[in-house]
């Protein structure tokens, strides 16, 4: 199994996942106050709670849950479960996150497409506003928020506290997701609770490439038609 972010790559297998409560949780970012102040926590998952550590053992899958197998990117695994039980599919765990967003967080795009084919809701809001959308776009991974894209998800959702997925991937650093959520119409107004606008929340981090990236869809905007 492959993880790509914009950002980086790892061959490395997910091994024995947190229980839901942990692995839903947002994470605090205690790095800088100010940027904590924006977006209150973190929408990506550790590596640590990943547990990047050791492969899993083909022999411990059978005890791994829906959302865990959809996190280790376990395709026929997945499969395996909803034939047995379709029910599987929409099941939200105890923070309301769905096997597809479980997916989409950890960037395993091949069981993203896999859910979405058998019908999983892309739409599917988790109890603190949490989407898939907003956990891929968090997480750096492109493709999959380009393929939730295509599914119709509302492309300005926000969190509990007024994260947008094209806050997180400003503030996440990921280039190719912000150029993305841009060219389908990403809403550059929305701030986030605490005052940050996209373009602020860049000049904030010092993330110079975004703001280009930003400064142009906004001339882009307002060229007049040639």
């Avoid at 409560?21 to 947002?26: H, I, P």
């Avoid at 100010?34 to 998952?45: P, V």
Wanted: glycine content about 8%; some cysteine.
């Amino acid at each position: 199994m492959e993880t790509r972010g914009d950002e980086e790559v790892s061959g490395e297998h997910h091994t024995q996942p947190c229980s839901a409560t942990d692995c839903s949780s947002m994470i605090r970012d205690n790095s800088d106050e100010d940027e904590d102040d924006l977006l209150k926590h973190s929408t990506t998952l550790t590596n640590k709670q990943r547990g990047n550590e050791i492969s899993v053992r083909p022999a411990t899958l059978d005890s791994l849950s829906m959302h865990q197998l959809a996190a280790q990117g376990e395709v026929s695994q997945v499969a395996a479960r909803l034939s047995k039980d379709g029910s599987l599919l929409s099941r939200q765990d105890e923070r309301g996150f769905t096997p597809l967003m479980w997916a989409a967080a950890f960037g395993e795009k091949a069981v993203v497409d896999f859910l979405l084919e058998k019908g999983a809701d892309p739409k599917a809001i988790a109890r603190e506003r949490e989407s898939a959308l907003t956990l891929a776009s968090s997480g750096g991974y492109v493709d999959i928020v380009e393929s939730l894209l295509r599914h119709g998800v509302d492309i300005n959702t926000y969190d509990w506290n007024g994260g947008t997925p094209l806050l997180y991937a400003v503030r996440g650093n990921h280039i190719k997701c912000v150029e993305a959520l841009l060219a389908k119409g990403a809403d550059m107004t929305i701030e986030s609770d605490s005052g940050y606008s996209p373009m602020a929340l860049a000049v904030a981090l010092g993330h110079k490439k975004i703001q280009k990236v930003l400064e142009e869809h906004i001339l882009k905007l307002y060229r007049p038609p040639t």
